[in-house]
């Protein structure tokens, strides 16, 4: 399941197998939803935050003072986008939309969401449909190593 999980199959089978083995149902919940069509993976997940994240980031930096200089510098902007390639420090938006992508370069789902959850309400509406996304497959790979941690300690328990 682990490995459909990832490669983003469907994997009912493996929930009514899970099922008849008596697994918490708590536990079944976050992955039933996806068990049709399967969970977004990592890479799909990080593809569809590039189309968003620069949006994501300018949505965050908030109206600058309406002088000459500050619509000359929003106009180029507009034409280019310059944002701080790999792990990025500070709180403001670029920074966080910097790390976001590169916890999904990593793979690492959870901590991508945990970023995006510290963004501003004003950045976040670019993304609100990712996160989402990005919520269920985290709420899933969670699931999934619960089940297999609990398996792996009720087999050593039989021995």
Same mark, same amino acid.
């Given at each position: 399941?682990?490995?459909?999980?990832?490669?983003?199959?469907?994997?009912?089978?493996?929930?009514?197998?899970?099922?008849?083995?008596?697994?918490?149902?708590?536990?079944?919940?976050?992955?039933?939803?996806?068990?049709?069509?399967?969970?977004?993976?990592?890479?799909? =997940?990080?593809?569809?935050? /590039?189309?968003? $994240? !620069?949006?994501?980031?300018?949505?965050?930096? +908030? &109206? %600058?003072?309406?002088?000459? =200089?500050?619509?000359?510098? /929003?106009?180029? $902007? !507009?034409?280019?986008?310059?944002?701080?390639? +790999? &792990? %990025?420090?500070?709180?403001?938006?670029?920074?966080?939309?910097?790390?976001?992508?590169?916890?999904?370069?990593?793979?690492?789902?959870?901590? %991508?969401?945990?970023?995006?959850?510290?963004?501003?309400?004003?950045?976040?509406?670019?993304?609100?449909?990712?996160?989402?996304?990005?919520?269920?497959?985290?709420?899933?790979?969670?699931?999934?190593?619960?089940?297999?941690?609990?398996?792996?300690?009720?087999?050593?328990?039989?021995?």
């Amino acid at each position: 399941m682990r490995q459909k999980l990832d490669r983003g199959a469907p994997f009912r089978p493996e929930i009514a197998a899970l099922e008849k083995l008596g697994t918490d149902a708590q536990r079944l919940a976050p992955l039933k939803g996806l068990a049709e069509k399967g969970a977004p993976g990592a890479q799909t =997940l990080a593809q569809s935050f /590039r189309q968003v $994240a !620069s949006a994501t980031a300018q949505a965050g930096q +908030g &109206e %600058a003072p309406d002088n000459f =200089l500050d619509r000359l510098t /929003r106009n180029a $902007a !507009s034409l280019v986008r310059v944002r701080p390639v +790999g &792990e %990025a420090t500070g709180e403001d938006p670029g920074a966080l939309v910097s790390r976001i992508e590169t916890a999904l370069e990593r793979g690492d789902v959870r901590s %991508a969401v945990a970023t995006w959850d510290q963004l501003p309400g004003s950045a976040k509406g670019p993304s609100r449909e990712w996160a989402d996304r990005a919520r269920l497959r985290a709420e899933a790979d969670a699931s999934v190593r619960q089940i297999l941690d609990e398996a792996i300690e009720r087999l050593g328990r039989t021995q």
